[in-house]
Every structure is written in C-alpha cells, then in structure tokens.
C-alpha cells in the first residue's frame, strides 16, 4: 500500500496548514484522520510527518481557524482530540486557494512540457 | 490553559494517534507486538514532536533555556576545580575592566557637574615653531591679562590649580582645610554661583584688597552648623582675619577638593612672572569654539613677543581652546587608556584561554552531544546549549567582579589619590556595571563560540587548540613588553642616585603660612634658632632648613645672566632654593668650587648664591661660575660664591618626572619675601642622625614646642619616601602593568601546558609503540614538546606588529630607555623561552613513566 520514498513529493513549504484546512472542510476530525485523509486524498504522493502535522494543527489553533474538542471516537472506547474549522478559517481557506489557485496557473505558464 | 496541561493534552492526543495506527495495523492482521512497533516506527520520534509543538506556543525557547542552565550550572558544580579558575580569571579582568572604566567614565564622558559644561573651555599655552608644537596648561600674568582685556566671545576665568592645605581658626576653633585661589569670575564662568552671598569682587581680586574668602557647603557645616548668619563671620586663615562673602551650594567642586576658596590676586609680578595660572573660559551664547578659536588666534598677536629658547629656537606663544574636561584630565587620559588597553588584553587572553578548555572538555562531551543530535535535538540547540555552558562558566566570574570592581576602585586610589583626585567622584555606579556586564557576555561569547561551532560541525577534524595558544602568545607580548619597558623607566629613575646622601636623613615639614611669620626677620630667627637647637639634641649629626630639598618640586624662579640688563637679554628658568648655610653639608651635596653659604653671608652682606653644575653647564657654557653674576627676579644682581653637585629633583614639565636641574641655593638670611612662597611650600627641617625615626620625631617635637608652640611640624618623611611621591605614577603603571602581564603569561602557560598534555594524552599509544620499537626517551619528549613551543612561538611572532601599536601607547610614559630597548626585549624573550619551555616540558615528563609493554598490551 505505501508508495517507495523516491515517488513521493516533499510538501512545499507552508503548504501543509492549507490542506488540514481543506480536509476539516468536510467536518471535524482528529489528527490520525486528518493524516490518513491527506494520504489517501494525494494517492500516497504525501506522508504526512507527526513532527510537522502537530505543530501545523497547534499553529491553525493558535491562529483561531480551528477549535477542538476531545470525544469518542466512534466504535472506539476511546477519547480522541477533534480539529473543528472555524468561520475564519473558512475564509482563510478561501483566501489561500485563492491564492494557490493564481500560483498553479502562473507557474504552469512558465513551467511547459520539456 | 497552562503549558503542563497543554504539554499533557498533546501527549494524550499523540498516545490516542499511535493506538489508533496500532489499531489499523492489527486489523490488518499484523501480530500485536508487531503492529505497536509498526505503527512506532511510522510515527516518527513524538519526542520530537512535541518538542516541535510546544515550540509553536512559544514557551518553548525560554524554557529550555532555564532547563539547560540547570545543566550548565551542574556541570559548573561537577568540575570546580575547572569553575573556580576560570571564574577567578574573569573576575580579577572583569573587575578591574569595570574601576578602571569608571574612572574613564569621569575623565573622557561624563558632562562637568557645571551648567552647560559643553560652553566650557580650558586655555593652554601653545607654543609653535616650523612644525612643532608644544602645549603648556599654565599662563602667566601676562599671558592671562591679555586674554581678560581683549577677549569678547567668552567670558574668561583665572584660578590656580595648586590647592595647599592650611590652618582654619574659628572661634577658639581651628580646622585644617584645602584652599584653593581663584579669580573673582571664577564661579561664574563655572556657572554656579555661591548658595548664600556673592563671589568676589574685582576689588577684592587685587593686590591689597580686602580679605574675602567663600566656604563649600561642607565646611560651613563643621564650622558654623546649620546658622544661616554665615556671610559677614570672619575666619582666620593662617593668622589674618578673613570675612565670609559667600557659600557655595553643596556638592559644588572646582575640580579638585576644596574646603574654601580665596582670591588668587592675579598679578604680572611675583607669581604672576612665571607660568602659575590656569585659565578657562565659558563661550558667550551663540558663539562656537571655532568663532572662539579665530578671536583667541587674533589676540594671540598682542602677547608678549617670546623669548628664544636655548637653541635659539623662536617659539610663537598661541592660546588654545580644550573641553575644560580634556584640559582637566589631560595628566591621566593616557595612564588610565593604557591600563584600559592591558586589562582588556588580560580579559581577551583569559576568554581564549577559557575557550580552549571548553574545547578540550569538549572532546569529552563528544558522545552525549551526538546522542542528543540522534535524538532530535537541532544544531540550533546543541549550538545554544555548548555556548550557554561557556557564558554560565564566565557570569559567575562575572558575579564575582561586582564587589572586586569596588575593591579594585579603592585600591587604585589607595595607590595614588593624588593622580585620581581629579577623578574622585568616580564610582561603580550603573554605567561602570553595564560595561563590566558587556565584558562578561563578550568573554562568554568569545570562550563559547568555537566550543559551540566545534560541537555542530559535521566535519570531524578538531579544530587546532595550538591557534588558540597563540592567539594568547600574541596577545601577551605586548603586555610583557610594555611592562618590561615602565619597569625599566621606574627603575632607571629609582635609581637616580640624585647627587646627595639619602641614607639616615629625616626631613620634618613646617607649615609658615602664617600671618606671624610674614616678616622676614621672624622667619630667620626661627631657623636660627631651630637648628642651633636640635643640634643640640644628643646623636644629631647634622641639621639644616630650606625651603625644598632634592628630589621634590622646587620653587621656579627666572634668573638672568650678568650683573647689568643688556638689551635683548634672555629670561631662563632656574630653581630656586632658600637655605642656612648647613643646608649642602647636611644634605651632603659636594661643593665643586668656591665656597658654600656662611654665617658671615646676612641681609646687609652683598647677595651671594651658590649654583649647581647644572645651573653653569645650562647658563653659563659650563664656564668657571666663581665671581660670576646673576639675576634673580629683582634688578639686584646676585654673585656666585660656589658650584655645588647638581641634584636630582621632580620636573612637572614634560621630559623624565625626575631630572637634574639647575639649582641657585641662596642664603635664608637674603631672602625678603617669604608670604608667597609659603603659601606654596612648606619649608624643611633636614636632619641627619642615626637615631630610630620615631624617638628622633619626638625629639624634634619638643624642640619645635619650646620655639613656638603654636607651630607644629606636620610630617616625618625621608627621601626615599619623597622620592617614591614623585615617581607615584611611575609605580602604579609598573605595578598594575606587571600584575596584569604577569596574570597573562600565567594564563598563556596554561594554555600551553593544557595544549601539549592534551597531545600526549592522545598519542600514548602510539608512543608507546614508538617506544617499544627502540624510540629514545629524550627523543620522545622532544616530540612531545614540539607543538607547545610551536605554536608558541608562532604566536609571539604573530604578536610582534602588535608591539607597534604597544608604542604608540607608550610614548610619553617611558623615560631614559629606549622604546626598542634591548635589554627589556631580551628579558621578555628570556622569560617567555623559560616559560613556554617549562609549560611544554612538564606534561611531556608523564612519558618517562610510560611502560610501552603496558601501553601495548591496553
């Protein structure tokens, strides 16, 4: 199921805060799940490290565009910490698709088939 | 939300995340066991994490900081041998580093306790000729009216800087206090003006005016406590009434310190002959110095056209504008940079030094710090924690230094309060403190930043401790060269045997500045009988006054050659002493020729003096003087009855501090005017006797009782001591420049020994094996001493340019050797071959007990 390292793509820098955003748009998640979504979601291109997911999750907190709160997993007895999207980490969404939007379009300008 | 709360959530929340791919794992049919180390192994270290985490909060930084100082301060703890000395190194730097800044802090920064200190300018003398120039801080009568009549731009002040201490009666109280003379603009010039009452008044500021004196804040305490009808009290002063005209505000001082101050009387005769004012001025508003400079350079021309010098030279007299603060302190500016530059130094080779033995406790901390690194921790922390380890190590030197600073300030006084007097109201205040806390951290950073970069690097070659050994090499030789030089000058001075016989002679001083003894017959009369009197005391050998005796400051006086004025004649400067005729045999100072001062030589005999063979070699070609005439200040021309030896005394111009110079002895009876004078000398009894100097004290005592008991002599000194006065600045620059080369080179061997210990403790093995294969012991050691006297002696050749620099610092302090002395180069390369030798020697000694069987065998 894992892709060999050399078929992964390294997460641009800054890039990894923008797809937790993306994936708590279909509602709250823990961070196993939100890990696992991305994964699946990119078909392996990404791994997800613990050591940069964490500090991405804690840094959205801190900015105010998630909220968490702890439940149980479902079927698990078990209590697990939930990532919530928060109105203005809506709009932050939005903002860097935007702008993710405008910087795909204008490196593939440049970047033509070889 | 506290940080343990939230460290504890996360650490559930990544427990909760690894069960969970656990989970997974197992569902997948892996084993338990199996699936937990699985899902581990993904995970990644959650140490990291965590660490990555709590990083995003912030607290992070600060709090591993603290944590890490736990740890350096332990390990600070577990070594203390390590600890104490690198402490005590940085303590004895930084704190002298801190008392010597405070004093630079009063000589070169901070503003003059005066309003407006930046108006405020000292007037010099500057004498120019074809591209020389020479300054001179001090006017003369002339020189000081001309700038007060023609001066529009400032406001010009006169005073003396010569404060004296004198007799104070008050009521049937007398107070002994430090007096200062000062022209009547004096204190508003300075811009404070007396508290209680006036300054002077031009009147007052004249010859024969009234007597007026204003008191600091202090003295009218003792005196008057704290009754407000002070102006108006009289006061004596060395006998004469004196009425109190004003008080100065407290804290006032004029530079030095002054319990009262009297008008100086400014005069072109007398005093005013010679070069004894000093002047300031105060820029009017609006004006700047270089307005000021233009008018100063105009007046200039009114001065009275100069005299030739000796060779003939014509040196054009120009008034000079300094910041009153450069003016004040220009005696101490140099001293204090050069033991400034030399206590840095100190603390530059004490701060490598520290960073070689963190380097080399380094190599054994290789193991935990790679460890660490595996585990997660970045080169940022590495890097911050080794050099935390270095500043832990040196702020507790640096904690040390604070009371040493105090110390250290004290006992730079102790050695010579009359050099910082002018900077006595430096203190260890927060200034001196930030800079001592600059010092600490640079000495921190220097000792810990190879340390640190060493711990981070990937490449594995260790950096070269020897750089390091001579990195201090270069630095110490300068060092040792410029105290080689001030002790050879201290000593080539001390030893000056000044043309007399010290040994067994006590001189006791008399202060005369009394109204009694004005009169010229009164002051003979005492000597007169004075010494007849303690000639009479059982084991006197010999007894005499003067006025000065060798090897002190002497009584200037200008003296002309020939009976009659010739036009066109020059004025030469000579010394002048008053003297009873034992004066020469008592002092025993040979006579050359001629005859000495007599009995039969009195106030209605013709003038006579006898002059050294100074005086003849400087005035008179060297010529047999005998039958000679001069003139000394008066028109009355003077004969030369004898030539004494010349002898050695202090010269406060520029040149050696204690020279020969020429001398005119003139019998005590043909002096007329002894009221100025006094005022600046105590004259002295000179006694020769091989009695114990306590009982010949109390001897002379009674003697002086039974002639006047309302004069008491006031100090037993010696020559020797008198002579340790005038080289005072001499002695201290030797003595702290000796302490800090010396603490130095200790230092450089240190770091030699440690450089070539840490060599061998590398390669026993491989000498062993050497050894084993037929290698001589001797040869052995040689080897092992290689890298020691190596990079030694690499270091001292890197240091010679630094020696340039040393001489530029020098020039001026270093009297009667040359600046290239070989004598002193020679010793210093003497004890640094000694010393890197025995440095280099010592641990490569360990080897003739190596037993290469045993050495093989581990």
Same mark, same amino acid.
């Given at each position: 199921?894992?892709?060999?390292?050399?078929?992964?793509?390294?997460?641009? @820098?800054?890039?990894?805060?923008?797809?937790?955003?993306? /994936?708590?748009?279909?509602?709250?998640?823990?961070?196993?799940?939100?890990?696992?979504?991305?994964?699946? /979601?990119?078909?392996?291109?990404?791994?997800?490290?613990?050591?940069?997911?964490?500090?991405?999750?804690?840094?959205?907190?801190?900015?105010?565009?998630? /909220?968490?709160?702890?439940?149980?997993?479902?079927?698990?007895?078990?209590?697990?910490?939930?990532?919530?999207?928060?109105?203005?980490?809506?709009?932050?969404?939005?903002?860097? @698709?935007?702008?993710?939007?405008?910087?795909?379009?204008?490196?593939?300008?440049?970047?033509?088939?070889? | 939300?506290?940080?343990?709360?939230?460290?504890?959530?996360?650490?559930?929340?990544?427990?909760? +995340?690894?069960?969970?791919?656990?989970?997974?794992?197992?569902?997948?049919?892996?084993?338990?066991?199996?699936?937990?180390?699985?899902?581990?192994?993904?995970?990644?270290?959650?140490?990291?994490?965590?660490?990555?985490?709590?990083?995003?909060?912030?607290?992070?930084?600060?709090?591993?900081?603290?944590?890490?100082?736990?740890?350096?301060?332990?390990?600070?703890?577990?070594?203390?041998?390590?600890?104490?000395?690198?402490?005590?190194?940085?303590?004895?730097?930084?704190?002298?580093?801190?008392?010597?800044?405070?004093?630079?802090?009063?000589?070169?920064?901070?503003?003059?306790?005066?309003?407006?200190?930046?108006?405020?300018?000292?007037?010099?003398? =500057?004498?120019?000729?074809?591209?020389?120039?020479?300054?001179?801080?001090?006017?003369?009568?002339?020189?000081?009216?001309?700038?007060?009549?023609?001066?529009?731009?400032?406001?010009?002040?006169?005073?003396?800087? !010569?404060?004296?201490?004198?007799?104070?009666?008050?009521?049937?109280?007398?107070?002994?206090?430090?007096?200062?003379?000062?022209?009547?603009?004096?204190?508003?010039?300075?811009?404070?003006?007396?508290?209680?009452?006036?300054?002077?008044?031009?009147?007052?500021?004249?010859?024969? %005016?009234?007597?007026?004196?204003?008191?600091?804040?202090?003295?009218? &305490?003792?005196?008057?406590?704290? =009754?407000?009808?002070?102006?108006?009290?009289?006061?004596?002063?060395?006998?004469?009434?004196?009425?109190?005209?004003?008080?100065?505000?407290?804290?006032?001082?004029?530079?030095?310190?002054?319990?009262?101050?009297?008008?100086?009387?400014?005069?072109?005769?007398?005093?005013?002959?010679?070069?004894?004012?000093?002047?300031?001025?105060?820029?009017?508003?609006?004006? =700047?110095?270089?307005?000021?400079?233009?008018?100063?350079?105009?007046?200039?021309?009114?001065?009275?056209?100069?005299?030739?010098?000796?060779?003939?030279?014509?040196?054009?007299?120009?008034?000079?504008?300094?910041?009153?603060?450069? $003016?004040?302190?220009?005696?101490?500016?140099?001293?204090?940079?050069?033991?400034?530059?030399?206590?840095?130094?100190?603390?530059?080779?004490?701060?490598?030094?520290?960073? $070689?033995?963190?380097?080399?406790?380094?190599?054994?901390?290789?193991?935990?710090?790679?460890?660490?690194?595996?585990?997660?921790?970045?080169?940022?922390?590495?890097?911050?924690?080794?050099?935390?380890?270095?500043?832990?190590?040196?702020?507790? $030197?640096?904690?040390?230094?604070?009371? #040493?600073?105090? *110390?250290?300030?004290?006992?730079?006084?102790?050695?010579?309060?009359?050099?910082?007097?002018?900077?006595?109201?430096?203190?260890?205040?927060?200034?001196?403190?930030?800079?001592?806390?600059?010092?600490?951290?640079?000495?921190?950073?220097?000792?810990?930043?190879?340390?640190?970069?060493?711990?981070?690097?990937?490449?594995?070659?260790?950096?070269?401790? %020897?750089?390091?050994?001579? $990195?201090?090499?270069?630095?110490?030789?300068?060092?040792?060269?410029?105290?080689?030089?001030?002790?050879?000058?201290?000593?080539?001075?001390?030893?000056?045997?000044?043309?007399?016989?010290?040994?067994? #002679?006590?001189?006791?001083?008399?202060?005369?500045?009394?109204?009694?003894?004005?009169?010229?017959?009164?002051?003979?009369?005492?000597?007169?009988?004075?010494?007849?009197?303690?000639?009479?005391?059982?084991?006197?050998?010999?007894?005499?006054?003067?006025?000065?005796?060798?090897?002190? &400051?002497?009584?200037?006086?200008?003296?002309?050659?020939?009976?009659?004025?010739?036009?066109?004649?020059?004025?030469?400067?000579?010394?002048?002493?008053?003297?009873?005729?034992?004066?020469?045999?008592?002092?025993?100072?040979?006579?050359?020729?001629?005859?000495?001062?007599?009995?039969?030589?009195?106030?209605?005999?013709?003038?006579?003096?006898?002059?050294?063979?100074?005086?003849?070699?400087?005035?008179?070609?060297?010529?047999?003087?005998?039958?000679?005439?001069?003139?000394?200040?008066?028109?009355?021309?003077?004969?030369?009855?004898?030539?004494?030896? *010349?002898?050695?005394?202090?010269?406060?111009?520029?040149?050696?501090?204690?020279?020969?110079?020429?001398?005119?002895?003139?019998?005590?009876?043909?002096?007329?005017?002894?009221?100025?004078? +006094?005022? !600046?000398?105590?004259?002295? !009894?000179?006694?020769?006797?091989?009695?114990?100097?306590?009982?010949?004290?109390?001897?002379?005592?009674?003697?002086?009782?039974?002639?006047?008991?309302?004069?008491?002599?006031?100090?037993?000194?010696?020559?020797?001591?008198?002579?340790?006065?005038?080289?005072?600045?001499?002695?201290?620059?030797?003595?702290?420049?000796?302490?800090?080369?010396?603490?130095?080179?200790?230092?450089?061997?240190?770091?030699?020994?440690?450089?070539?210990?840490?060599?061998?403790?590398?390669?026993?093995?491989?000498?062993?094996?050497?050894?084993?294969?037929?290698?001589?012991?001797?040869?052995?050691?040689?080897?092992?001493?290689?890298?020691?006297?190596?990079?030694?002696?690499?270091?001292?050749?890197?240091?010679?340019?630094?020696?340039?620099?040393?001489?530029?610092?020098?020039?001026?302090?270093? +009297? *009667?050797?040359?600046?290239?002395?070989?004598?002193?180069?020679?010793?210093?390369?003497?004890? #640094?071959?000694?010393?890197? *030798?025995?440095?280099?020697?010592?641990?490569?000694?360990?080897?003739?007990? #190596?037993?290469?069987?045993?050495?093989?065998?581990?």
């Amino acid at each position: 199921m894992d892709k060999p390292d050399n078929e992964r793509v390294e997460l641009m @820098q800054g890039t990894l805060d923008m797809l937790v955003l993306q /994936t708590l748009l279909f509602g709250p998640c823990h961070g196993h799940a939100i890990a696992k979504s991305i994964q699946r /979601t990119s078909e392996e291109a990404f791994l997800v490290e613990h050591g940069s997911l964490y500090p991405a999750l804690h840094r959205l907190e801190r900015q105010g565009w998630v /909220t968490t709160k702890w439940d149980k997993a479902p079927g698990k007895n078990r209590e697990v910490k939930y990532y919530l999207l928060t109105p203005s980490g809506k709009k932050q969404l939005v903002a860097v @698709q935007n702008k993710w939007t405008q910087l795909v379009a204008a490196i593939g300008k440049v970047m033509r088939p070889v | 939300m506290t940080r343990k709360d939230r460290d504890d959530e996360l650490a559930r929340e990544l427990r909760a +995340h690894m069960e969970m791919e656990a989970d997974e794992l197992l569902e997948q049919g892996l084993p338990p066991d199996a699936a937990r180390n699985a899902a581990r192994r993904s995970f990644g270290s959650p140490a990291l994490a965590m660490e990555r985490t709590r990083e995003m909060w912030g607290w992070n930084s600060l709090d591993s900081v603290l944590r890490n100082l736990r740890f350096a301060l332990r390990r600070a703890r577990k070594s203390p041998g390590f600890t104490a000395t690198v402490a005590v190194v940085i303590a004895l730097a930084v704190g002298v580093t801190t008392a010597i800044f405070a004093l630079i802090d009063v000589a070169f920064f901070k503003p003059l306790p005066y309003p407006e200190p930046d108006r405020l300018a000292y007037i010099s003398m =500057s004498f120019e000729t074809a591209g020389r120039a020479a300054l001179e801080q001090v006017l003369t009568g002339a020189q000081w009216e001309t700038l007060r009549d023609n001066a529009t731009l400032v406001g010009p002040a006169v005073y003396s800087e !010569w404060t004296a201490g004198v007799n104070c009666g008050a009521g049937d109280r007398a107070f002994f206090v430090q007096q200062q003379r000062v022209g009547a603009d004096f204190f508003r010039v300075l811009g404070v003006l007396p508290a209680f009452g006036r300054s002077f008044t031009r009147e007052e500021d004249s010859e024969n %005016g009234p007597r007026a004196v204003v008191l600091s804040d202090s003295l009218r &305490r003792r005196v008057f406590g704290t =009754s407000p009808d002070v102006v108006g009290q009289k006061l004596l002063l060395r006998g004469e009434p004196y009425t109190v005209v004003g008080v100065m505000p407290a804290g006032f001082r004029s530079g030095v310190n002054v319990d009262l101050w009297t008008p100086l009387k400014p005069s072109i005769r007398g005093e005013g002959e010679g070069s004894n004012y000093q002047a300031m001025i105060r820029l009017k508003p609006g004006v =700047s110095i270089a307005g000021a400079t233009g008018e100063l350079n105009t007046i200039s021309r009114a001065l009275p056209a100069p005299r030739p010098a000796r060779d003939g030279t014509v040196w054009v007299p120009n008034f000079k504008l300094q910041p009153l603060l450069e $003016g004040r302190t220009s005696d101490l500016r140099k001293p204090l940079l050069l033991l400034l530059g030399a206590v840095l130094t100190v603390l530059l080779i004490g701060a490598i030094n520290v960073g $070689g033995l963190l380097l080399a406790r380094q190599s054994g901390r290789a193991a935990e710090l790679a460890t660490r690194m595996a585990l997660g921790a970045s080169r940022g922390q590495v890097f911050r924690d080794v050099l935390l380890d270095s500043m832990v190590l040196v702020a507790i $030197g640096g904690a040390l230094a604070v009371p #040493l600073a105090f *110390g250290a300030l004290d006992g730079l006084r102790w050695l010579n309060d009359k050099m910082f007097g002018l900077v006595d109201s430096a203190a260890i205040d927060g200034r001196a403190l930030s800079v001592g806390l600059a010092c600490t951290l640079g000495a921190g950073l220097i000792a810990g930043i190879l340390p640190a970069w060493q711990s981070v690097t990937r490449k594995r070659r260790a950096f070269p401790l %020897g750089l390091l050994v001579a $990195g201090q090499m270069a630095l110490v030789l300068p060092l040792l060269v410029g105290a080689g030089l001030l002790g050879r000058t201290f000593l080539t001075l001390w030893n000056i045997e000044g043309g007399f016989d010290p040994e067994n #002679l006590v001189i006791a001083r008399i202060s005369l500045q009394d109204a009694r003894y004005d009169a010229a017959e009164k002051v003979r009369r005492l000597f007169r009988e004075g010494i007849t009197r303690i000639q009479g005391v059982p084991g006197v050998e010999g007894a005499a006054a003067g006025l000065t005796v060798p090897f002190e &400051r002497q009584l200037n006086q200008g003296v002309r050659v020939g009976a009659q004025p010739v036009p066109g004649e020059r004025w030469r400067s000579t010394n002048l002493v008053y003297a009873t005729p034992s004066y020469l045999g008592t002092l025993r100072i040979p006579l050359l020729r001629g005859r000495g001062l007599q009995e039969s030589d009195t106030e209605t005999t013709e003038k006579v003096a006898v002059v050294n063979a100074t005086f003849v070699r400087r005035f008179l070609d060297g010529r047999d003087a005998v039958g000679e005439f001069i003139r000394l200040g008066g028109k009355e021309p003077v004969r030369i009855v004898g030539v004494s030896g *010349g002898t050695a005394q202090r010269n406060t111009e520029r040149g050696a501090p204690l020279e020969f110079e020429p001398v005119a002895y003139i019998p005590v009876t043909q002096m007329t005017s002894f009221a100025m004078v +006094h005022q !600046w000398f105590s004259p002295a !009894w000179i006694v020769r006797s091989r009695m114990q100097p306590e009982v010949l004290s109390r001897q002379l005592e009674s003697v002086m009782q039974t002639l006047d008991p309302m004069l008491s002599l006031s100090k037993f000194t010696t020559p020797v001591e008198i002579k340790g006065k005038t080289l005072g600045m001499q002695r201290l620059l030797v003595s702290l420049l000796g302490v800090l080369s010396g603490l130095g080179l200790m230092l450089c061997v240190l770091g030699v020994y440690g450089l070539v210990a840490s060599s061998v403790a590398e390669r026993t093995r491989e000498i062993g094996i050497r050894m084993a294969l037929g290698a001589s012991v001797p040869g052995v050691i040689q080897k092992a001493m290689r890298p020691g006297l190596l990079w030694a002696l690499t270091g001292v050749a890197a240091g010679v340019p630094l020696l340039y620099l040393g001489r530029t610092v020098l020039a001026g302090l270093i +009297h *009667g050797v040359s600046a290239v002395d070989p004598l002193t180069y020679g010793i210093v390369a003497g004890v #640094l071959l000694v010393a890197v *030798g025995a440095a280099s020697l010592l641990p490569a000694l360990t080897l003739t007990r #190596l037993d290469p069987a045993v050495t093989l065998r581990n």
